[in-house]
């Protein structure tokens, strides 16, 4: 590097380092206001004003906004109002902060002994309920559980063929839309209002009394899940408040069969 191109580097450098100094000193980038702004209606947080819902970003006015940590700013929220889900926070430069989030629905119920986890569908805790759970928003599938509790705030640890046949949204409808997938997930909230996870197969309790048993559920999940649909919707009035509906495979087809007993 000759002696010419040393001197226009070092100049370089250190207009940067005065050009960082005075963005980071000016005022014109100190945090005017910080808001939420919902993606999603609010059920459980309808009354909950949103001005303080934002303070609980702990985002402090007059702060650079170059200088925020974002993630302890959802970290912050999140842990305030366990039903927030943070989307992202923006930066409106030059000093406005918008927070984007949702509110989490109630979809799993997890039942011990004598209280329930009440979870979203990425199984964080939103509440725990001592004795009997009623839902505050749609209906929460009850689940059978033994295994470790969590705090409000944290995330249940579920195993592996639970944790497939539950987020349909995710894995199971992998290859419809966003829309598609959510009426897909509507649909099996408002059939089924419990499930009972076992090692060879998942037991399906429907709101009108069949029961639909999913033998292998970790093999072919989808395809069975829409047999049991077609299974349903097939039967009598009459078949449709008793007897067991089994699903499972035979020679390399799903097979989809009603009885009274299993």
Known sequence: MTKKNKIITIFVSVLAIIVLLVVLSS?????????????????????????????SANIKKGTNVFLIEKSKAKNNLEKAYPY??????????????VIHAVERDEVFAFQTTNKYYVTDSDFKVLRIV??????????AIKI?????????GEFLATDNKFLTLKTMENSNYQNFS????????????????SVEVFDEKVVMNTFLGVKV?????????????????????????????????SIFQKDGIIIGTYGEHE
Not at 144 to 152: N, S
Not at 178 to 190: D, G, M, P, T, V
Not at 225 to 238: G, R
Request: glycine share 4%.
């Open 130 to 139: 001592e004795g009997e759970f009623e839902s505050l928003t749609t209906n």
């Open 144 to 152: 059978d559980y033994d295994g470790e509790g969590a705090q409000v």
């Open 213 to 245: 048993c999913v033998y292998s559920p970790d093999f072919k999940q989808q395809e069975k899940l829409k047999m049991a649909t077609i299974k349903l919707d097939s039967l009598t009035d009459e078949q449709k408040h008793q007897g067991v509906i």
């Open 27 to 55: 005022t014109l980038f100190a945090v005017s206001s910080v808001k939420v702004e919902f993606q999603s209606s609010k059920n459980i947080l309808a009354s909950v004003d949103e001005t303080e819902i934002a303070q």
């Open 84 to 97: 927030i889900k943070v989307l992202n926070i923006e930066t409106k430069f030059p000093n406005k902060i």
């Open 178 to 193: 966003k829309e598609e997938s959510s009426i897909a997930l509507s649909s099996f909230l408002a059939t089924y209002k």
